[in-house]
């Protein structure tokens, strides 16, 4: 059973950077694509980018100028680094495994981050 | 690249049908067969139900079908329980994003 479980800090200072990490446990890391998604009550379901084992990434072009995704193989894990956060990234960020069917399949438990000054 | 648009909230009675609409363009739900659902319950994560635009992953229910008419795809939900209360997403490949969510919808089953 695929289980993703992601880590980091829950509040920001405006104009730090964000920082989140996605464990993956129980499926191949190299076979697919992994994402990240954010939910706010504004905007709803936000799409970030994806990056698979070879460190080929896809972003969502409205955030790229501020993200950072990275892949760590030796430990099955993928981060995403969100620059110069302001009130409006206030969010709960979610990891994804892409699918091969352009579906997300399994998620992470999602994890709030606030920031506030 | 805008969300793609879903009703606010939609309402059944116990073992009713309805249906949820979800419209794009032709660059996304009208461009490809890439549309799939997810449900969702407060404070967890989404699940996928429909992906492909019709097709189930293992273990969802078969009261969930998915179709798509030209840039408007759509779920429906038949035999409602009171299980199915949640919030619903669609999604799309696009050619911008390459992904994009809908604006979600509320089911309240009455």
């Known amino acids: 059973q695929v289980q993703l479980q992601l880590w980091g800090a829950g509040l920001l200072k405006p104009s730090e950077t964000l920082s989140l990490t996605c464990g993956v446990y129980g499926e191949s890391f190299s076979t697919y694509y992994w994402s990240w998604i954010r939910q706010t009550p504004e905007k709803g379901l936000e799409w970030f980018g994806e990056?698979?084992?070879?460190?080929?990434?896809n972003f969502n072009p409205s955030l790229k100028s501020r993200v950072t995704i990275s892949i760590d193989t030796s430990k099955n894990q993928y981060s995403l680094k969100l620059y110069s956060v302001t009130a409006a990234d206030t969010a709960v960020y979610y990891c994804?495994?892409?699918?091969?069917?352009?579906?997300?399949?399994?998620w992470g438990q999602g994890s709030l981050v606030t920031v506030s000054s | 690249q805008s969300a793609l648009t879903q009703p606010a909230s939609v309402s059944g009675s116990p073992g009713q049908s309805i249906t949820i609409s979800c419209t794009g363009t032709n660059s996304d739900v009208g461009g490809y067969n890439f549309v799939s659902w997810y449900q969702q319950y407060p404070g967890k994560a989404p699940k996928l139900i429909i992906y492909e635009v019709s097709s189930r992953p293992s273990g969802v229910s078969n009261r969930f079908s998915g179709s798509k008419s030209g840039n408007t795809a759509s779920l429906t939900i038949s035999g409602l329980q009171a299980e199915d209360e949640a919030d619903y997403y669609c999604s799309s490949y696009t050619t911008s994003s390459p992904f994009v969510f809908g604006t979600g919808t509320e089911v309240n089953v009455l």
């Open positions: 990056i698979n084992s070879s460190g080929n990434i």
């Open positions: 994804a495994k892409s699918s091969g069917w352009f579906a997300f399949d399994y």
